[in-house]
């Protein structure tokens, strides 16, 4: 159901076939829905406006799927072109900061609010993350947002 309603743009008007290794919801979308539960009355009203027939699949002849959830994210260093994109993030963020039509006062109320919370240690993290320690200009970002907060230079992520 989320599928559809995530998809409604691409799958609306046009007949849809579902591929699912859940053998039964064949069965389900194939019953009266005055015969089914109050529950799948529910969803099967909702996925009345779609066009979906659903064929059954074995888990096994789904290489699409399966590939898809075995995939994972690597943990390797940020490649360059990664590190210059954040690097023009954060000047990108520092210009709009000097830049930004903010009154004094407005911007130390920011400030002030920032001290409190201690935002600017997920600023500290995200440089660690992307930059693997705390640049210069991560240290300017948090500076002009807090003058009194200072993060470590060691890392933290």
């Known amino acids: 159901?989320?599928?559809?309603?995530?998809?409604?743009?691409?799958i609306y008007g046009c007949p849809v076939t579902v591929q699912s290794d859940?053998?039964?919801?064949?069965?389900?979308?194939?019953?009266v829905i005055a015969s089914t539960t109050p529950r799948l009355q529910r969803m099967l009203l909702r996925l009345l406006e779609y066009n979906i027939s659903v064929q059954y699949t074995p888990g096994r002849e789904m290489h699409i799927a399966d590939t898809l959830s075995r995939s994972y994210l690597?943990?390797?260093?940020?490649?360059?072109?990664?590190?210059?994109?954040?690097?023009d993030?954060?000047?990108?963020?520092?210009?709009?900061?000097?830049?930004?039509?903010?009154?004094?006062?407005?911007?130390?109320?920011?400030?002030?609010?920032?001290?409190?919370?201690?935002?600017?240690n997920f600023c500290?993290?995200?440089?660690?993350?992307?930059?693997?320690a705390i640049t210069p200009s991560c240290q300017a970002i948090c500076a002009s947002t807090s003058p009194s907060l200072q993060i470590s230079t060691s890392r933290t992520a």
């Open 1 to 10: 159901m989320f599928a559809c309603i995530k998809f409604h743009q691409y």
């Open 22 to 31: 859940h053998k039964p919801l064949e069965s389900v979308f194939r019953k």
């Open 74 to 87: 690597r943990e390797e260093p940020p490649s360059r072109v990664e590190r210059e994109i954040a690097e």
């Open 89 to 120: 993030t954060v000047i990108s963020i520092n210009t709009i900061i000097t830049d930004a039509p903010v009154s004094n006062s407005r911007l130390d109320k920011i400030r002030q609010e920032w001290r409190v919370t201690k935002k600017c």
């Open 124 to 132: 500290a993290s995200i440089c660690t993350t992307v930059f693997q």
